[in-house]
């Protein structure tokens, strides 16, 4: 009865106060904060964000003035040509002058000239400025690429955070295969004395030789075990290297006391799901999305009041280079354009904004379900973790004990071999379970924290 008591105290409890922080470990803060400046993805996010930084100072330039040089040089042969009918004209006039005056000082065999349309051998330079006075384009695209920066720097975060979660994760994976290595090696090495012991008894005709195969045949197994687990760690360390964008084969400082460290407890499942929904940095994301969507909206709705710009310069335009007879020349202007009807486009580009906010929205909605079902999904691991591996701890004591109690029978010839190795297997299997167990444990820890955004 006071065991049962003692159950239902330990359920209450892990369900009310669910730890929910890492160890206090030097060593994985260091990593940690390394590979938030080494990782490619961070370093990939960084770029992004300078290229929308670079966006919005180009908004920015939209507003100042701009000043252009434009030149051209042309020479032409043949082509349309103008009729100036000279001869025509004057001719007849003349010659009733020289009738009246009766002289020939009136000229009268005058030809009709052709005039080449395109100008020949002609140069035209002009040095222009404009600058826009009254554009609501170029105001709201200012304000769209600050919001498209918002957006950057939250992927940013969001990368972060998905990198913390994969350092912690690979780091406590490969601490995995460090400690499932240890106990092998302990395994190992209590086989060792105990075919060293019974060396021994065969030497002395206590027992016959085929007692050292059976254990030799278990040092050899376990050495295969140790073979395929070394394989998995030099797989842990090659990803934990590439996460912080190391040599794949770079030494990996390993925290043996990560897990003598305490936790933190902190709450239960409803606050965890408050928490999230609260902090989760995807929420903030639709918030700008939808900021951005207002912003769109007003843009379109102010492309219906006109534009105004103002524009001068100074140039020349002069052919044969003739500089007496072709400047200079000097220009300023006011340019407007007003849309006075566009058939109803810009209706339908406010009613395509308004489906995609109601987008957003369903995707607020089903998003808080999803994030909801990620903390009951890993909470309720942590609390099935819990009671396991109270029970290992348990195991692993029961196991030593009767370990110890077999192994001093054996050796006072009280117990068989199968018995001995029955004991250590159960014994290595209970240390190897509790082990994996705990890391597991502060993998589902860190995913914890991934899911409540903390």
């Given at each position: 009865?006071?065991i049962?008591?003692?159950?239902?105290?330990?359920?209450f409890?892990?369900?009310?106060?669910?730890?929910?922080?890492?160890?206090?470990?030097d060593i994985?803060?260091?990593?940690?904060?390394?590979?938030?400046?080494e990782?490619?993805s961070?370093?990939?996010?960084?770029?992004?964000?300078?290229?929308?930084?670079s966006?919005?100072?180009?908004?920015?330039?939209?507003?100042?003035?701009?000043?252009?040089?434009?030149?051209?040089?042309?020479?032409?042969?043949?082509?349309?040509e103008?009729?100036?009918?000279?001869?025509?004209?004057?001719?007849?006039v003349?010659?009733t002058?020289?009738?009246?005056?009766?002289?020939?000082?009136?000229?009268?065999?005058?030809?009709?000239?052709?005039?080449?349309?395109?100008?020949?051998?002609?140069?035209?330079?002009?040095?222009?400025?404009s600058?826009?006075?009254?554009?609501?384009?170029?105001?709201?695209?200012?304000?769209?690429?600050?919001?498209?920066?918002?957006?950057?720097?939250?992927?940013m975060?969001?990368?972060?955070?998905?990198?913390v979660a994969?350092?912690?994760?690979?780091?406590?994976?490969?601490?995995?295969?460090?400690?499932?290595?240890?106990?092998?090696?302990?395994?190992e090495?209590?086989?060792?004395?105990?075919?060293?012991?019974?060396?021994?008894?065969?030497?002395?005709?206590?027992?016959?030789?085929?007692?050292?195969?059976?254990?030799?045949?278990?040092?050899?197994?376990?050495q295969?075990?140790?073979?395929?687990?070394?394989?998995?760690?030099?797989?842990?360390k090659?990803?934990?290297?590439?996460?912080?964008?190391k040599?794949?084969?770079?030494?990996?400082?390993?925290?043996?006391?990560?897990?003598?460290?305490e936790f933190?407890?902190?709450?239960?499942?409803?606050?965890?799901?408050?928490?999230?929904?609260?902090?989760?940095?995807?929420?903030?994301k639709?918030?700008?999305?939808?900021?951005?969507?207002?912003?769109?909206?007003?843009?379109?709705d102010?492309?219906?009041?006109?534009t105004?710009?103002?524009?001068?310069?100074?140039?020349?335009?002069?052919?044969?280079?003739n500089?007496?007879?072709?400047?200079?020349?000097?220009?300023?202007?006011?340019?407007?354009?007003?849309?006075?009807?566009?058939?109803?486009?810009?209706?339908?580009?406010?009613?395509?904004?308004?489906?995609?906010?109601?987008i957003?929205?369903n995707?607020?909605?089903?998003?808080?379900?999803?994030?909801?079902?990620?903390v009951?999904?890993?909470?309720?691991?942590?609390?099935?973790?819990?009671?396991r591996?109270?029970?290992?701890?348990v195991?692993?004591?029961?196991?030593?004990?009767?370990?110890?109690?077999?192994?001093?029978?054996?050796?006072?010839?009280?117990?068989?071999?199968?018995?001995?190795?029955?004991?250590?297997?159960?014994?290595?299997?209970?240390?190897?379970?509790?082990?994996?167990?705990?890391?597991d444990?502060?993998?589902?820890?860190?995913?914890?924290?991934?899911?409540t955004?903390?």
């Open positions: 009865m006071k049962k008591i003692s159950f239902l105290l330990f359920i409890f892990q369900t009310f106060f669910l730890p929910n922080g890492f160890a206090q470990s994985l803060d260091n990593y940690v904060k390394e590979a938030l400046t990782n490619l961070i370093q990939s996010e960084i770029l992004k964000k300078d290229k929308q930084y966006k919005v100072e180009q908004a920015k330039k939209l507003w100042k003035p701009t000043v252009d040089l434009n030149a051209s040089y042309l020479f032409a042969e043949g082509g349309r103008l009729l100036f009918p000279l001869g025509d004209l004057f001719n007849p003349y010659g002058l020289n009738q009246l005056t009766g002289s020939t000082s009136f000229p009268t065999n005058i030809e009709n000239e052709k005039i080449q349309l395109t100008p020949n051998n002609y140069l035209d330079l002009q040095l222009s400025v600058k826009p006075l009254i554009n609501s384009s170029i105001k709201y695209n200012q304000k769209i690429q600050n919001e498209l920066l918002r957006i950057n720097d939250l992927d975060e969001l990368s972060k955070k998905e990198i994969q350092i912690k994760t690979s780091y406590f994976n490969y601490l995995k295969t460090f400690e499932g290595l240890a106990i092998m090696e302990e395994t090495k209590l086989l060792q004395e105990v075919l060293t012991f019974n060396k021994k008894l065969v030497k002395y005709d206590k027992a016959t030789p085929d007692v050292l195969s059976d254990i030799e045949f278990q040092i050899a197994n376990l295969s075990q140790k073979a395929m687990l070394m394989e998995q760690q030099d797989l842990a090659a990803y934990f290297n590439l996460l912080l964008n040599k794949l084969d770079a030494k990996i400082v390993v925290d043996e006391n990560i897990l003598q460290s933190q407890a902190t709450g239960n499942i409803t606050s965890l799901k408050s928490t999230a929904l609260q902090s989760r940095l995807e929420f903030k639709i918030d700008v999305a939808t900021a951005l969507n207002s912003l769109n909206q007003k843009r379109i102010k492309e219906k009041k006109p105004l710009g103002i524009s001068g310069g100074i140039g020349l335009q002069t052919e044969s280079f500089f007496d007879n072709g400047g200079p020349l000097f220009t300023i202007g006011l340019g407007m354009n007003w849309n006075l009807m566009d058939g109803g486009l810009r209706k339908k580009k406010i009613e395509e904004i308004d489906i995609d906010q109601q957003l929205e995707d607020r909605k089903r998003l808080s379900q999803q994030i909801e079902m990620q009951t999904k890993v909470f309720y691991k942590i609390r099935s973790l819990q009671i591996m109270q029970a290992e701890e195991a692993v004591k029961s196991a030593q004990k009767s370990y110890d109690a077999i192994n001093a029978r054996y050796r006072n010839d009280k117990a068989i071999l199968i018995q001995l190795t029955q004991a250590q297997n159960s014994l290595t299997t209970s240390k190897m379970s509790r082990a994996l167990s705990k890391y444990y502060l993998i589902l820890l860190a995913e914890l924290e991934k899911v955004g903390e």
